[in-house]
């Protein structure tokens, strides 16, 4: 286990058929866990050959693909086009069944702020702030997402090398100090629409500055 982290463990884990709006069908094991440090109810979805990316990786293969998807009511059930969670969503779940690894879907809503102030952050917006001056005029910080939990459950899957399925080099940077070895960073697709081109750009520009 990483040193600075208590252990996780397997709670529960369970076959689950999924099919998306679009039609897309694949299977997906679900795993729960005990003991994550932030006590939320974080879920991670192996799927594809995910048993055979982990023996792969542990034998100096190719690592499982990974994605860290912060949870995201508006765009992942309802399909807001305020932002691209929904497409990244939808891209990960298909990118990661064809290569083997794993989704974790974090309970981090609003960039770990919480659906009521990720709601209040958007009347913010409206009025012409950016997604992250938002947060900051909420008194929050720009990004209050933690991936401590993430790292555990990688460990309690026997994950300790990964590639990373992201454009935010934050989850990089914190998952290495976790201990964790991104092993390669793959581009997630750009979702651009006229709804959501602010934000994006907003994002664009917040990891130019990084």
């Known amino acids: 286990m990483f040193e600075t982290l208590p252990g996780a463990t397997m709670r529960t884990q369970v076959t689950v058929p999924l099919r998306l ?3 897309y069908s694949t299977t997906a094991r679900l795993f729960s866990f005990n003991g994550l440090v932030d006590g939320r109810e974080h879920v991670a979805f192996g799927l594809g ?7 792969r990786a542990a034998d100096g293969g190719a690592a499982p ?8 009511l508006t765009g992942d059930i309802f399909g807001s086009e305020r932002c691209d969670c929904g497409p990244q969503l939808r891209e990960a779940i298909e990118r990661i069944s064809e290569a083997g690894g794993f989704l974790l ?3 981090q809503e609003g960039r770990g702020i919480g659906l009521y102030s990720k709601l209040d952050a958007y009347a913010l917006q409206d009025t012409g702030l950016d997604t992250f001056e938002a947060n900051i005029a909420l008194g929050h910080a720009e990004d209050e997402r933690d991936y401590s939990a993430a790292a555990q459950m990688l460990d309690a899957l026997g994950v300790q090398r990964i590639r990373l399925l992201t454009n935010n080099p934050d989850k990089a940077d914190q998952l290495d100090s976790l201990g964790v070895t991104v092993a390669s960073v793959v581009p997630t697709g750009i979702f651009l629409s006229p709804a959501n081109a602010s934000y994006l750009a907003a994002k664009a520009s917040r990891a130019a500055a990084r």
């Open 21 to 23: 709006l679009d039609g």
């Open 49 to 55: 050959d995910w048993a055979g990316a982990v023996r």
């Open 65 to 72: 693909l990974v994605r860290l998807h912060s949870e995201c």
């Open 105 to 107: 879907y974090l309970r």
